[in-house]
């Protein structure tokens, strides 16, 4: 079956302008989730949603990102006013259903920004 | 969650079976240690997770110490695929998001 995909696979785009990342996941996963990744570095969590609902927002690093999801499907990143440290791989994950125990995170190719 | 650690890189001989150690020492009841591994320009993948009892799948087994501080995960028999960055994670329940560390780069060679 299909996996998480994620368009556009690579974007570049000059500081300043605003820049919209998607994200389809596996279908009928409630569960979506948004990392981040610099160049040589791990993997930094972003939001997560569950369902159309995103209760943690926490690693959203400023007022620039928002991410929205509707009808418990596609996901939609967006970084307003880019800058050149936005500069990364945005990866998007998805698993079945909110589990305490097991998390298997599914997770997309990624679309990797550049922000001259 | 707890804080993980992990060596920065190690080398394996194709076909070996390959041992990548994690530091969780302050790892609670009610954490599980998760696996991840990234191949050079793919998102992560899981591989296995456990509690407190070894684990096994087609992947990989997964040993975990009785004071469940540290774990081991073992590819029995390395091939050049599974070279990659390994990422351990413990998380306990509530949210779903998954704190990477720096992971072990491991390199299989001929």
């Known amino acids: 079956g299909a996996g998480v995909s994620q368009s556009p696979s690579n974007k570049v785009t000059e500081k300043g302008k605003d820049v919209e990342l998607r994200c389809d996941p596996i279908s009928g996963h409630t569960a979506l989730y948004w990392y981040r990744q610099s160049l040589g570095q791990g993997l930094e969590f972003l939001i997560y949603f569950q369902g159309n609902s995103a209760p943690d927002k926490s690693g959203l690093p400023s007022d620039r990102f928002s991410a929205e999801r509707t009808g418990g499907s596609v996901s939609t990143l967006t970084i307003q006013r880019t800058q050149q440290e936005d500069s990364a791989v945005y990866l998007c994950a998805s698993s079945p259903m909110w589990d305490r125990d097991f998390n298997e995170q599914f997770f997309g190719p990624g679309t990797r920004l550049t922000v001259l | 969650d707890a804080k993980t650690t992990q060596p920065t890189s190690m080398d394996c001989a194709e076909g070996r079976a390959a041992n990548l150690p994690c530091n969780h020492s302050?790892?609670?009841?009610?954490?599980?240690v998760y696996w991840y591994r990234q191949i050079h320009s793919q998102g992560p993948q899981y591989i296995i997770h456990g509690l407190k009892n070894n684990e096994t799948n087609e992947m990989a087994s997964l040993i975990i110490t009785e004071d469940r501080k540290s774990s081991t995960l073992i590819l029995p028999h390395a091939t050049l695929r599974d070279t990659a960055v390994y990422y351990c994670?413990?998380?306990?329940?509530?949210?779903?998001?998954?704190?990477f560390g720096a992971g072990t780069r491991l390199a299989v060679h001929p």
């Open positions: 302050t790892i609670s009841g009610n954490e599980y």
């Open positions: 994670i413990s998380r306990s329940g509530g949210y779903n998001k998954l704190i």
